[in-house]
């Protein structure tokens, strides 16, 4: 079966088990806020990549047990509540082409629901993976925030390294992604030697994933990504290309870029012209090599197993690999 249509496939048991999780809490008496709010934040549309992860690297460990798909919906949870909080802390005006949560629903709403979503995920994880497992999702989530606190603390930097952009990501995004198929690994049984190399590939799968992120954001189109152009340089946040421009632009260049950078008003106003001097500097497409490679180390890790014994899930793990490459949204 093609890879979109395993997605969508899965995506869609995804929504149906979390939408009968809502109906639960409805009955269960919790306040109607939270359940429209929930509603709203998790069927505003969103991929369902790490819960399809979790199901996947299960399988590819020998599970055939549906009740995977509890467990992995942990993961879209957990993800929800982040997205809920980081627009929080972005003011962000925009999240899959709608209005975040907290500009809908307000602050209160919007730092309650991602604290319900939260708990909710780790119950999950603790009551369908066990305690190995929600050890891992612990911290992961631990390594989300301080991807964030790094995030900030960079902000200030105008002299980032390749290195300070990874740790950063690893943090916001990969360990995660890592963690998704690490707990699917553990849930289907695998060794450590398989729970090593499928955290290995999630781990590598997400840094591109992110990298891939981090370009839409100036060269997305903002009718497919839900977001408009240059939020990331708007907030003050360095990614990949902007890195790699300011570590290469000639004096005159480079004192351009951080006047731009440096000021908020600018940063808003001059998003083009910082695009066509990253441009100028292969920021983009070094970024794209780079996030092709981490792409490829990411199959690497899977290399010489699993061919016989879980041939599809293999063959939707590395393909998986190269959508995330491709995405546009
Ligand atoms: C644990 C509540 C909590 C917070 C942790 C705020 C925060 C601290 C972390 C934020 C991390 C963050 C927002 C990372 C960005 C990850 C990313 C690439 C998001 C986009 O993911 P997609 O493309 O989104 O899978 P969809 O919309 O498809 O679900």
């Not at 105008?158 to 699917?184: N, R």
Request: include cysteine; glycine fraction near 10%.
């Amino acid at each position: 079966m093609e890879l979109k249509n395993v997605i969508a496939r899965e995506a869609a048991k995804i929504d149906q088990l979390m939408r009968e999780d809502i109906s639960e809490l409805e009955s269960k008496g919790f306040d109607p806020l939270l359940i429209e709010i929930l509603e709203y934040a998790l069927f505003v549309g969103g991929k369902r990549v790490r819960p399809l992860l979790t199901i996947l690297s299960a399988r590819f460990c020998g599970c055939s047990d549906e009740g995977v798909y509890r467990l992995a919906a942990a993961f879209e949870y957990l993800h929800a509540a982040s997205l809920i909080h980081d627009d929080v802390i972005d003011g962000a005006a925009e999240r899959r082409g709608a209005a975040p949560v907290h500009e809908k629903f307000g602050l209160t709403a919007a730092i309650l629901t991602g604290d319900f979503l939260l708990s909710f995920a780790m119950e999950r994880v603790s009551r369908f993976g066990g305690a190995a497992s929600l050890a891992i999702f612990c911290n992961a989530t631990s390594g989300m925030v301080d991807g964030e606190y790094r995030q900030l603390r960079n902000a200030r930097n105008l002299d980032q390294s390749e290195d300070d952009y990874f740790s950063v990501i690893m943090g916001k995004t990969a360990l995660l992604i890592g963690a998704a198929c690490e707990i699917g690994a553990v849930y289907g049984g695998g060794d450590d030697e398989l729970r090593g190399r499928l955290q290995t590939y999630g781990v590598n799968l997400g840094c591109a994933f992110q990298i891939i992120d981090d370009l839409l954001d100036y060269q997305g189109d903002p009718n497919r990504t839900g977001k408009s152009v240059g939020n990331d340089l708007g907030e003050g946040k360095m990614t990949l290309p902007l890195i790699y421009a300011l570590q290469r632009a000639d004096a005159t260049d480079r004192a351009q870029l951080l006047s731009i950078v440096s000021d908020e008003r600018q940063r808003a106003e001059k998003v083009a012209e910082v695009s066509a001097l990253i441009d100028k500097y292969h920021g983009f497409d070094d970024a794209r090599e780079k996030a092709e490679a981490t792409g490829k180390r990411a199959m690497e890790a899977l290399s010489g197993i699993g061919d016989e014994t879980a041939p599809v899930e293999k063959a939707a793990l590395l393909e998986l690999c190269a959508y995330v490459l491709n995405r546009d949204k």
